[in-house]
Structures are given as structure tokens and as C-alpha cells.
């Protein structure tokens, strides 16, 4: 299981990398797992594309801080 902090730390990497195409490529993977049977690892690729959205959304910083 991812932390927080990790979880924040590869959304962020995503984001940069990729800019809002990382939403598909952890869509793309959580896919994939799931075809697989490897729900756990599936999951953790959802969190991370709902981490992303939320930082593309301006709902949190690439540092994970809550924007208000």
C-alpha cells in the first residue's frame, strides 16, 4: 500500500512528466491490472489518477497541500 507522501510524490512525477495525459495512463494501467487480477496493485493506480486530477484541478499542490 502507498503512503500519502508516495502517493503524492508519484502523481506529481506524472504530472510533470506527462501533463494531463498521466489521468489516462494510470487509467490505462489500472486497466490492465485489473485484467490480470491484481486488484491491489489496480487500486492503488486509481488513487493515483484521482491524485492527479485533484492536482490538475487545483484542488491540491504537487506537494499534496489541500488548496482553500
Known amino acids: 500500500m502507498l503512503h500519502q507522501e508516495d502517493l503524492n510524490r508519484l502523481a ?3 504530472l510533470n512528466q506527462h501533463g494531463s495525459r498521466a489521468i489516462d ?3 490505462s494501467a ?3 491490472l485489473l485484467l490480470m487480477g491484481e486488484e491491489r496493485r ?3 493506480w486509481r488513487l493515483v489518477g484521482i491524485v492527479v486530477r485533484d492536482m490538475l ?3 491540491i499542490t504537487r506537494d499534496g497541500h ?3
Open 66 to 68: 489541500a488548496i482553500h
Open 25 to 27: 495512463y494510470a487509467e
Open 12 to 14: 506529481a512525477f506524472m
Open 57 to 59: 484541478e487545483g484542488r
Open 42 to 44: 489496480a487500486d492503488a
Open 30 to 32: 489500472m486497466a490492465q
